[in-house]
């Protein structure tokens, strides 16, 4: 196992995904973690990220522990660099030229780290960075330089500590796979056994002892990571796990249905299915306020929750699909992150319910767990679905809820879903819906006047939800859509695309 130190850099994440990519397990801590915990953890590597801020400055952020402790490689990356040096007596100062973004590398040494690179070649890598190493600390020897800098990567003469003052994590820097993988393999030399295979069997020997003879409930939602966790937890517990699934009648076209059929009949678990449509629906009736609605869905899915578990005897688990970078934002160096979402989350159940929570996937990034869905041989079409909101349709029909808007509604997602899918958008795109607007507008349909709702179709590419830019798909595919939609759907006479990134919008309309 490898252990990146988190310094608050943007890039840490993509550190932890590129060694995951290399089949090497690691894991993200906080730089001010204790030497006393560093020791208890299998680790072979240590790596320390960049971060914004400058060695330089009085409370700049350190380790906690002498660097010397640590027997295994090190890697300092970025700031990690700056605050190796510096500790070993190196002299950093602010940089004359700042070096953001696109430089020149070359290799003029031989060294571990950069083997497989061709000599005094250069190439293209990221920096960004203030401040800049101008003397070396004794016993260390620079193997690489950029087109400002002399001391781009340096190493120890006799211990295996690395230090490169780019970002090799960054798919910008040619060579920064097999730099990453000359760390890990040749001087870290772990093996690359971080497998969905041995993920699947260590989770669920972990799973059963952790259960033993209790019961689990989990909350099904029959989006891709609630889903992942049942069929993980049926591999390892089979019935002692119940599924929840509550159809809030917010949910797509044919979607429940979908999921009742799926997880009835393909899986051996205890599947229940509430149709508590009626009670949600009559909560929304002339609700307006996207806030409030989403609170009244929030509550009302905790009481239906909270009625259905409570038939479940000896119940001690909630099984949960938190995943790793929910449990980053909340231990980073940047500690507890604004951006968390409260909503995403259906936080207060454990608490209501006396529950212990089971999260089997918390250390998983997203694409992980599409793996481990393939791993576990669920079917394509519910491990590479878009995502889908929480509160469901009631977030895209804007003004108040009726069961008339729905049911238009999810015609006309589904057919933007369906056409996407036949020119082959769906799985190019991050997420794609319509949105029922209040508003409506003159037209004209055979020789008649119409006055009928306009709708907005979003399309939007992302990497995880938190940024996004909206979707360049081709004008031929927005007419197809456009047409069938004003020409299926009743009521709806205008389209508009959407053509807002994130931030400043948000994905979803409310
Ligand atoms: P926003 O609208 O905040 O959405 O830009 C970011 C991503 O989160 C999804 N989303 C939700 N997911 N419960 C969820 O499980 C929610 O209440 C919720 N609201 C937004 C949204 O679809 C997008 O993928």
Same mark, same amino acid.
């Given at each position: 196992m490898i252990v990146i130190l988190d310094f608050g850099s943007q890039y840490t994440q993509l550190i932890a995904r590129r060694i995951r990519e290399a089949n090497v397990y690691c894991e993200i801590h906080p730089y001010h973690i204790s030497l006393d915990k560093l020791k208890q953890m299998p680790m072979d590597g240590l790596i320390l990220s960049g971060g914004p801020a400058s060695v330089r400055s009085e409370d700049a952020p350190a380790l906690s522990f002498?660097?010397?402790?640590?027997?295994?490689?090190?890697?300092?990356?970025?700031?990690?660099?700056?605050?190796?040096?510096?500790?070993?007596?190196?002299?950093?100062?602010?940089?004359?030229?700042s070096e953001y973004g696109k430089t020149k590398l070359t290799v003029i040494k031989d060294s571990l780290l950069l083997q497989s690179i061709p000599q005094n070649t250069a190439f293209n890598v990221w920096m960004s960075h203030g401040d800049t190493l101008i003397s070396l600390p004794k016993d260390f020897i620079s193997v690489a330089s950029s087109e400002k800098i002399p001391y781009a990567a340096l190493q120890h003469i006799s211990k295996p500590i690395y230090a490169i003052q780019f970002h090799p994590e960054v798919t910008h820097s040619e060579n920064g796979k097999q730099i990453l993988s000359n760390f890990l393999f040749a001087i870290c030399k772990v093996t690359a056994d971080w497998k969905?295979?041995?993920?699947?069997?260590?989770?669920?020997?972990?799973?059963?002892?952790?259960?033993?003879?209790? =019961?689990?409930?989990?909350?099904?939602?029959?989006?891709?990571?609630?889903?992942?966790?049942?069929? #993980? $937890?049926? &591999? @390892?517990?089979?019935?002692?796990?119940?599924?929840?699934?509550?159809?809030?009648?917010?949910?797509?076209?044919?979607?429940?249905?979908?999921?009742?059929?799926?997880?009835?009949?393909?899986?051996?678990?205890?599947?229940?299915?509430?149709?508590?449509?009626?009670?949600?629906?009559?909560?929304?009736?002339?609700?307006?306020?996207?806030?409030?609605k989403r609170k009244i869905i929030g509550h009302t899915f905790i009481e239906v929750f909270d009625e259905e578990a409570?038939?479940?005897?000896?119940?001690?688990?909630?099984?949960?699909?938190?995943?790793?970078?929910?449990?980053?934002?909340?231990?980073?160096?940047?500690?507890?992150?604004?951006?968390?979402?409260?909503?995403?989350?259906?936080?207060?159940?454990?608490?209501?319910? =006396?529950?212990?929570?089971?999260?089997?996937?918390?250390?998983?990034?997203?694409?992980?767990?599409? #793996? $481990?869905? &393939? @791993?576990?041989?669920?079917?394509?079409?519910?491990?590479?679905?878009?995502?889908?909101?929480?509160?469901?349709?009631?977030?895209?029909?804007?003004?108040?809820?009726?069961?008339?808007?729905?049911?238009?509604?999810?015609?006309?997602?589904?057919?933007?879903?369906?056409?996407?899918?036949?020119?082959?958008?769906?799985?190019?795109?991050w997420q794609a819906f319509a949105v029922l607007l209040p508003v409506r507008t003159v037209g004209v349909m055979g020789d008649s006047r119409t006055y009928a709702k306009a709708l907005a179709i979003r399309s939007v590419e992302s990497t995880d939800g938190m940024t996004a830019n909206w979707s360049h798909l081709p004008y031929e595919l927005l007419g197809t859509i456009s047409n069938r939609i004003i020409n299926e759907v009743a009521d709806i006479n205008r389209i508009v695309y959407d053509i807002t990134t994130k931030p400043p919008g948000t994905i979803e309309w409310e």
């Open positions: 002498d660097i010397n402790e640590i027997t295994v490689p090190i890697l300092g990356i970025c700031y990690g660099l700056q605050l190796l040096t510096k500790g070993a007596g190196g002299e950093i100062v602010p940089s004359h030229a969905m295979d041995n993920f699947i069997e260590q989770k669920c020997e972990e799973i059963k002892a952790i259960v033993q003879d209790k =019961k689990v409930i989990c909350g099904l939602s029959g989006g891709v990571d609630s889903s992942v966790v049942a069929i #993980l $937890l049926e &591999k @390892a517990i089979g019935k002692q796990v119940t599924c929840i699934f509550i159809d809030n009648g917010l949910l797509r076209k044919n979607e429940a249905q979908n999921v009742v059929n799926l997880f009835s009949k393909h899986y051996n678990l205890n599947f229940i299915h509430v149709n508590a449509q009626e009670k949600f629906l009559s909560k929304l009736a002339n609700v307006t306020d996207p806030e409030q409570k038939k479940i005897e000896n119940a001690t688990f909630l099984a949960q699909g938190t995943l790793y970078p929910d449990v980053i934002e909340s231990i980073s160096a940047k500690g507890p992150s604004a951006v968390i979402k409260s909503h995403h989350n259906v936080g207060g159940l454990p608490d209501k319910m =006396k529950l212990s929570l089971l999260e089997p996937l918390r250390e998983l990034f997203k694409d992980e767990v599409r #793996l $481990l869905g &393939k @791993a576990l041989a669920m079917p394509d079409e519910l491990v590479y679905r878009h995502p889908f909101p929480g509160p469901g349709l009631a977030v895209r029909i804007l003004g108040d809820i009726t069961k008339q808007k729905i049911a238009t509604l999810q015609e006309a997602d589904a057919i933007v879903l369906e056409e996407l899918k036949r020119a082959n958008y769906y799985h190019k795109v």
